[in-house]
């Protein structure tokens, strides 16, 4: 496995139509699990990271397997898995900053986990900002 194509295809496989800033937080969320010493919670590895915690990933949807596959639709989806790849160069290689978050959701999601904190316990984290249609969130 190369730690970098694998974030790079779960970027991809995330926020395939998203700007820059949403692909890096997708990007940065995974760098921060993986730093986070949580395994149980997170994951042990890259690889145990992005199946327990990115859909793209655990249910591959056809972004992401365009990415496994590369072989896109059109040259936008493709120049878009290029911007996924160098954020992942940049984040796996310590050139490129990770964003502060290891969640991101929907105003809709969190309304959701407001309604049934079983699903997600939004008491046991901050809100650390918000990118694009995101809310970050952080331990």
Not at 26 to 45: C, M, Y
Not at 112 to 135: C, H, Q, S, T
């Amino acid at each position: 496995m190369n730690p970098v194509i694998d974030l790079a295809n779960t970027i991809y496989g995330e926020a395939a139509n998203q700007d820059y800033d949403t692909m890096l937080m997708v990007g940065s969320t995974v760098i921060n699990r993986l730093n986070a010493q949580r395994p149980q919670e997170f994951g042990v590895d890259m690889p145990d990271v992005l199946q327990k915690g990115y859909f793209a990933v655990s249910n591959p949807n056809i972004p992401y397997k365009q990415a496994l596959e590369h072989k896109f639709p059109d040259k936008q989806s493709e120049d878009k898995y290029k911007q996924a790849l160098a954020i992942a160069s940049g984040l796996v290689r310590g050139t490129l900053k990770p964003q502060e978050g290891q969640f991101y959701f929907t105003d809709k999601e969190v309304n959701k986990f407001k309604r049934n904190p079983k699903k997600f316990n939004l008491k046991a984290v901050k809100e650390v900002g918000r990118v694009g249609d995101y809310r970050v969130f952080s331990y």
